[in-house]
């Protein structure tokens, strides 16, 4: 007795599928891949190995019916690997390397050429450290002799003697700049105060040393560009004989002291003058040394002012 149904395999999915015997040498499509293929005449012979258990249900035939767009959409989507084999592996017979994406490739040739340029830099790094610990010397302050391929190290040379000007009375110069210190007194600041209804004048209650300077040119044909030692950016350093620093006088915002230049140009018929600020020397104080930086004139070097005792006291 013939069968009812023939079954046989898809050519493209390789499903089981089964139609009536009547319809064999007819048209169809797969009923889960939608291939068109045609019913054989015959029942088509079993794989060897049975489908894996996650394989999905048979599919039934279906003569020339449209699939539907949702089938249509996974069966064009690449089934899922198990594995991946690795880069520069050979594949088994008929097995195809998985396409990657476009930024995928872009990100391993950047791993790649990180990895390398890495590895390259920390190799380049060992050779130096080897190299530097090969010819450098491990000290170079006296006693023992130099192993081969050691450099010496010369010592830095002791910086030049400061020069100490007198002050009232002496000048120092740099460059074409010169400083003076005209005067030098112990006192209350003179302040002028900006208020609302005008500026006004008044004194501190504090005592502070008054330090006033002349700055010049010593080429008629050169101009000095004057930065005050006094304000909030100066570095002006007052210093006695024990040790002791003097902080420069800070009187707040608003309030700027009766003399005080904060920026201005010096030439050969028009000198600047300014006046410095600094703490009230204590009692045992026998001198003061000031030291004024060279940049506040934009020269190298600083000027260095010896102010004795009775220079403050007699006044």
């Known amino acids: 007795m013939p069968p009812e149904n023939v079954h046989f395999r898809c050519t493209r999915c390789g499903r089981r599928g089964k139609a009536p015997a009547a319809a064999a040498g007819k048209s169809g499509r797969c009923g889960y891949c939608s291939t068109p293929m045609t019913v054989p005449d015959t029942v088509a012979s079993p794989r060897p190995a049975a489908p894996p258990a996650s394989s999905p249900p048979e599919g039934e ?7 539907p767009r949702r089938q249509q959409t996974r069966s064009r989507s690449r089934p899922s690997r198990a594995w991946e084999p690795a880069v520069g592996a050979i594949l088994p017979p008929g097995e195809r390397r998985p396409r990657r994406s476009p930024r995928a490739v872009a990100a391993i040739r950047f791993a790649e050429r990180s990895a390398a ?5 920390l190799m380049a790094g060992v050779v130096l450290l080897l190299i530097a610990r090969a010819y450098l010397p491990e000290s170079s302050s006296g006693g023992a002799p130099l192993a081969r391929g050691e450099m010496a190290v010369s010592p830095d040379p002791d910086p030049p003697p400061v020069e100490w000007a007198t002050a009232p009375g002496e000048a120092q110069t740099l460059g074409h700049a010169t400083v ?3 005067d030098v007194s112990v006192g209350r600041a003179k302040l002028k105060v900006i208020a609302f209804g005008g500026d006004q004048e008044r004194e501190t209650d504090e005592q502070y040393l008054i330090v006033r300077v002349r700055v010049s040119t ?9 930065r005050s ?3 909030v950016f100066g570095s002006a350093e007052a210093r006695d004989d024990a040790g002791n620093e003097y902080d420069r ?5 608003g309030a700027t002291p009766v003399g005080r230049t904060v920026s201005g140009t010096a030439v050969r018929e028009k000198p600047v003058e300014d006046v ?3 703490d009230r020397p204590v ?3 026998r001198r003061i040394d000031l030291t004024l930086p060279g940049s506040g004139v934009r020269q190298p070097g600083s000027f260095h002012f010896r102010i004795e005792r009775a220079a403050w006291e007699n006044r």
């Open 117 to 121: 340029a890495f590895s390259g830099g």
């Open 249 to 253: 006088g800070a009187f707040g915002f």
């Open 180 to 182: 003076e210190v005209t």
């Open 218 to 226: 010593a080429s008629p044909a050169r101009k000095v560009d004057y």
């Open 276 to 278: 410095l600020f600094f």
């Open 283 to 285: 009692d045992t104080a």
């Open 61 to 67: 035939w279906r003569a020339d019916a449209p699939s």
């Open 229 to 231: 030692w006094g304000d």
